[in-house]
Each structure stands twice: as C-alpha cells, then as structure tokens.
C-alpha cells in the first residue's frame, strides 16, 4: 500500500538552472559560434525521472521520485555525482549536470556532463532502507548507466557506501563485478586512494595558486579563511589548509558555525564533529548563524555547502577578498556582479571544485586498468591537474578581459564546441 510521497519542499526557490544558463549566455557571446550550436549545447541530452517504490522497515511501501540528466556526451561517457536531499528537482539536477559537462572540459578530462538525484531525506532512512531505495533506483538506471555511457559518484547525502550497493546492483545484473560503474567507491573494492579528500584539497590548491598572483602579501598563517559546510568538501578543504599553515577562523554546517578570529583547532573542531554531528556547544569558538559567517571579516570565503548562498541581498555584506567555491553554484549572477564592482577575486566552481572529478577520473582509469596508483601519484597528479586548470583559466581571462567565471566557461564551452566540429553533427 502506497502510504506517502516524497515531494520537495513547496516554497519557491530561485532557479538554479537559471543560473547556470545565464552564466552560460554571458560566456557564450565572447565565442562567436554558430546560434544552431550554441543550443546544442545549452540543452541537456537527455533526461530520466522515475518514481519508484520501497519498503520501510515497518512493512510499509512507500514511493520515491528519482533524476539522472546527461548533459553532454560530446567529450566521453557522462559523469556526475548523485544527490539524496529534499530540494532535489529536474531543475537542479539539469544545472548541474551542465556544470559537470564545462567542469570535465575544463580540466580536460574524457567526459561530458551528468547529475542525478532523489528527493528524500536520508537522515529519515535507516540503513537497510538506504540501501533498498539505492539499489531500486538503480536498478531503474540500468539502461542509462555503464562505465562506457555514464558514471555516477557520490555527491550532497550520498557516499562511498551508496557506490558500493550501486556497484554492487549493476554488477549483479550484468553477471560481473563491473568497479568502473562508480567512483568514490570504498577502496577495497577498486575506489582510489585519495578521492574522499579530493574535491577539498582542489579547492586549497586552487586557492593557493590565485593567492599568489592575486593575494594580500601575508603569509599563509595570517591569511583567513572561513569555511561554509563541513560535509566531504568543506571539512577536508578545511583540514588541508590548516595542514599548510592557514588559519581557519570561521566553519559551518546546516545548523549554524563557529568563529574564532585567532584561528579554529580544526583537529579539535573535526574531533568534536565525528562525535557530535554538529558544531554546536563545542565550545571551541564563538557560535554564528550561516547568515552571519558569510559576513565575516577574512581573506578568503570558501562556500562549500550548497547553491544560492551568495545571492544579490547579502553580496555587498561578504568582507573576503576573495572567493574560492567548493560547493557548485553557490553564487548567484546578480551576486557576481556586485562582488565584480567590489574588486573580490573570485575562483568559480567548474574550477576551484574540480578536484573531486578528476580523480574520480583517475579512479575510473585505475579500474579499467585494474591497476591501482599510491596516494602520492594521486595527489601529484591531483595538484598538476588543478594548477594546469587554474592558468589555462587565468590565461583565458586576460585574453578576453574578463572575469574568473566567465573565463572558465569560455575556456570549456570552447572546448566542447570545438570537438562537436570536429565529431560533426549525426547524421
Ligand atoms: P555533504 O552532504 O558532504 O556536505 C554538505 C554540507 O553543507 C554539510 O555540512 C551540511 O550541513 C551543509 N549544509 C547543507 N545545507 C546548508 C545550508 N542551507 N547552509 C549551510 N550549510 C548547509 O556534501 P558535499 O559532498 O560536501 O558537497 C557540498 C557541495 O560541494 C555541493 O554543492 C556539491 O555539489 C559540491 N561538490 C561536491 C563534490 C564532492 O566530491 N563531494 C565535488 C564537487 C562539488
């Protein structure tokens, strides 16, 4: 018996793929390209929704809506995270699967554009419905998915135990263990060295390399930098930087953060999470609203929770000169022009969060391989990708005297459309 639905929450948000093709438009114009492929690759490829049941504990049967968008499949397979949050829609989803398409160009990985998602709270699932409702979506993706059509990894309530049930279905019905199908997978079995910390340790190498040619001529343990989420990406990005000498004033998750301008103990403050789950009564800084932590006074912001943070209302109160994102589309485009008119420095998203997708790119080739790398090579390989990216990016936006963000999407939508000419348009 059907007994409820998981629908998103009703109030209206601003339209995240809104975003995503304004920043699109804005890049778009700088490239001269034909109007019939420039569509081409404003639409997403294709798209899937699917409602699907499963049973709770309790013997009750409950439905569920799901999402996968492929964005592009012009440079490879897709690839792209998968998303278990009520604010989950097709809106989002098509938003960010573009993301992933210039994001894979970007720092020139093998792959187009793809995001999934499905609306539900996994903090209401017990771990025996976490994994029912995974396998069952999954098993509704079978014909979309393969690591030669579209790779799914872990992405905002979603983990490596997540990529081991998908794993573990799609190896099931093919006959075969098939590691390649995901990545972010635990390591033991064909997950890399390095992943889980990757997408943090990007968005820190990537801030290293703007502070040198756009920094504040202090040294790193006088540079300050507040953190917003302290899920995969904002607690490793976090920890790194303190583990280069920075000094973290200012870190958050949902429930609110914590400031302390002489610099957090981020062992202390991660310690004090994995017990607690929460930041709350620690203690070990002042407490602030995320409203407030945005606001604080710093070198440098690292939004790392979720879209629509920095938004046209609370631009003008962001103090940080500049911006690194690690979460995606977590500034809003009126937001970019304010921050534009403020001489903040910004390093945007398909950039400064690559991290995470080029070493699931690394994780992919060492399944295929069946040859594994030490987390040096990783994290050399990592660091190499990212400071390519980031020049190629700089270089791109002195060329055409514009900003981060819009540099980066020439640079990739550039690329794309460049191999769309050479493919050709079937038939
Ligand atoms: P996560 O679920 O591990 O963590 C999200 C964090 O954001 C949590 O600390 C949560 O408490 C916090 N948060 C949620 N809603 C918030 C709100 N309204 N205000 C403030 N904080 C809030 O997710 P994640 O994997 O760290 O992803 C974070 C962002 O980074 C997302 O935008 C995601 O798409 C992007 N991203 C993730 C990866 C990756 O490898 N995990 C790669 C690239 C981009």
Not at 80 to 95: K, T
Not at 108 to 137: F, H, M, Q, W
Not at 273 to 284: F, I, K, M, V
Not at 307 to 323: P, Y
Request: aromatic letters at 8%.
């Amino acid at each position: 018996m059907v007994v409820a639905y998981n629908t998103p929450p009703q109030e209206q948000t601003p339209s995240v793929y809104g975003t995503a093709l304004a920043q699109f438009d804005r890049a778009v114009r700088y490239l001269n390209l034909d109007d019939g492929v420039a569509d081409f690759l404003r639409y997403p490829r294709r798209e899937f929704s699917v409602n699907f049941p499963v049973r709770r504990d309790n013997g009750k049967v409950e439905m569920f809506t799901g999402y996968r968008v492929h964005h592009s499949t012009v440079l490879g397979p897709s690839k792209g995270g998968l998303r278990y949050s009520l604010a989950v829609n097709l809106d989002e989803i098509r938003a960010l699967a573009m993301w992933m398409t210039w994001k894979c160009a970007l720092v020139n990985i093998p792959y187009g554009g793809a995001k999934g998602g499905v609306v539900v709270d996994p903090k209401t699932l017990s771990r025996d419905e976490l994994e029912r409702l995974t396998r069952r979506y999954t098993a509704e993706l079978i014909p979309l998915i393969s690591p030669k059509m579209d790779i799914p990894a872990p992405d905002m309530g979603t983990n490596p135990q997540v990529m081991a049930w998908i794993m573990d279905t799609y190896s099931m019905t093919v006959g075969y263990s098939v590691p390649a199908i995901v990545t972010g997978k635990p390591i033991n079995i064909g997950g890399s060295l390095g992943r889980n910390e990757a997408t943090g340790r990007g968005v820190i190498a990537c801030m290293v390399e703007a502070l040198k040619g756009h920094g504040f001529g202090k040294p790193s343990s006088e540079t300050s930098i507040v953190v917003q989420g302290f899920g995969n990406v904002g607690s490793n990005a976090a920890s790194f930087a303190h583990s280069l000498g920075f000094k973290i004033v200012g870190v958050s998750d949902v429930g609110g953060g914590l400031y302390n301008a002489n610099g957090l103990d981020m062992p202390a403050v991660r310690s004090y999470y994995a017990e607690h789950g929460t930041l709350e009564g620690s203690a070990l800084g002042d407490e602030v609203t995320n409203a407030e932590l945005l606001a604080l006074p710093c070198d440098v912001l690292a939004p790392c929770a979720m879209e629509g943070q920095i938004t046209g209302k609370n631009a003008n109160q962001v103090k940080a000169k500049m911006i690194v994102e690690g979460a995606n589309g977590p500034t809003t485009p009126d937001a970019d022009d304010i921050l534009n008119d403020k001489g903040v420095f910004l390093v945007p998203d398909i950039l400064a969060n690559a991290g995470g997708v080029v070493v699931s790119y690394f994780e992919w080739v060492q399944d295929l391989q069946a040859f594994f790398w030490d987390q040096e090579e990783v994290y050399r390989q990592l660091q190499r990708a990212m400071a390519r990216s980031y020049y190629a990016t700089e270089a791109t936006a002195e060329e055409y005297g514009v900003d981060m963000r819009t540099a980066a999407q020439i640079l990739a939508i550039k690329r794309v459309a460049d191999a769309l000419e050479t493919r050709g348009i079937y038939p």
